[in-house]
């Protein structure tokens, strides 16, 4: 890759993402991670990413409103953003539900567990390098 494209993980788990991270970074990304929605928010307005991975259940702001809020947004409508959630879509225990994510106008959305291969196979082909 010659020109390096920016990678955001927004995921309250630090082993998780530190496996994508490396896994993305083996794949020439450059990559970043913030650990809930606020930081994740914040990080996007410093630093606009490429592309973003974005869990659903996180502390503070979940992956849903962070995704609304993105493509909301004039100048983050266009990210491309990968949703990852854990949520089974047969769990009513949950206030997170697998129609509330496919609402949120996701890029891709893929459910948990999740290799980090598929996650970087699905990045790569939301920024049309595969």
Do not use: W
């Not at 794949?27 to 929605?37: I, L, M, P, S, T």
């Not at 592309?51 to 990210?79: F, Q």
């Not at 949120?104 to 598929?118: H, L, N, R």
């Amino acid at each position: 890759m010659t020109d390096k494209k920016r990678i955001l993980i927004v995921d309250d788990e630090p082993d998780f993402a530190a496996i994508v991270q490396g896994n993305l970074e083996r794949e020439g990304f450059e990559v970043d991670v913030a650990y809930n929605g606020v930081e994740g928010l914040e990080k996007i307005q410093a630093n606009t990413p490429d592309a973003i991975v974005l869990d659903v259940m996180m502390p503070e702001k979940d992956g849903y409103e962070v995704c609304r809020e993105l493509k909301d947004g004039d100048k983050t409508c266009d990210i491309p953003v990968l949703l990852l959630t854990a949520v089974a879509s047969h769990l009513s225990s949950t206030r997170y539900t697998h129609a509330d994510g496919m609402s949120t106008e996701a890029d891709d959305y893929i459910a948990k567990p999740a290799s980090a291969e598929e996650i970087t196979e699905s990045i790569k082909g939301l920024l049309g390098l595969d």
